[in-house]
């Protein structure tokens, strides 16, 4: 029998197989909530996707732009994803992802008073301001 690749496939099931989300269902989800576009039009989770469309899909604060490159039969390893999608997302997308994390972090909510000297040294840690010990003199 020969490994005969299909020439389309459902949307959310490409993205689940190429590993963009997690479970199908977050891809049925990120296209019905208007996440996710082929060629610059929102689609709906049974659309059928082709080799040599471009696909955008929006993870959060960064926006992915994906070229498919084949049709998978069924999930595949993350070392084969390079056959089926060409990854086009600029470095300046990621990084914004890692802004947003690194703010997270540092706000506090409103009314919760001073950092505790615990929650200030795992500050200090992440900004790289920890100061070393003064050596204790004999």
Same mark, same amino acid.
């Given at each position: 029998?020969?490994?005969?690749?299909?020439?389309?496939?459902?949307?959310?099931?490409?993205?689940?197989? @190429?590993?963009? &989300?997690?479970?199908?269902?977050?891809?049925?989800?990120?296209?019905? =909530?208007?996440? @996710?576009? /082929?060629?610059?039009?929102?689609?709906?989770? #049974?659309?059928?996707?082709?080799?040599?469309?471009?696909?955008?899909?929006?993870?959060?604060? @960064?926006?992915?732009?994906?070229?498919?490159? $084949? /049709? +998978?039969?069924?999930?595949? $390893?993350? !070392?084969?994803?390079?056959? &089926?999608?060409?990854?086009?997302? +600029? =470095? #300046?997308?990621?990084?914004?992802?890692?802004?947003?994390?690194? @703010?997270?972090?540092?706000?506090?909510?409103?009314? #919760?008073?001073? +950092?505790?000297?615990? %929650?200030?040294?795992?500050?200090?840690?992440?900004?790289?301001?920890? %100061?070393? +010990? =003064?050596?204790?003199? !004999?």
């Amino acid at each position: 029998m020969a490994d005969e690749t299909p020439l389309t496939d459902r949307i959310d099931k490409w993205l689940w197989a @190429v590993r963009i &989300f997690k479970t199908r269902a977050l891809a049925t989800e990120a296209c019905r =909530a208007g996440f @996710v576009e /082929i060629n610059q039009l929102p689609v709906k989770p #049974s659309r059928d996707v082709r080799g040599g469309e471009t696909i955008s899909v929006r993870q959060g604060v @960064v926006m992915r732009t994906l070229v498919v490159r $084949g /049709i +998978p039969l069924q999930r595949v $390893g993350a !070392s084969r994803v390079p056959e &089926f999608c060409e990854d086009l997302t +600029p =470095a #300046s997308e990621f990084e914004k992802a890692r802004v947003r994390s690194a @703010v997270s972090v540092l706000a506090r909510p409103k009314g #919760s008073g001073r +950092p505790t000297k615990r %929650e200030r040294r795992v500050l200090d840690q992440f900004l790289g301001d920890a %100061e070393e +010990p =003064a050596p204790e003199e !004999s």
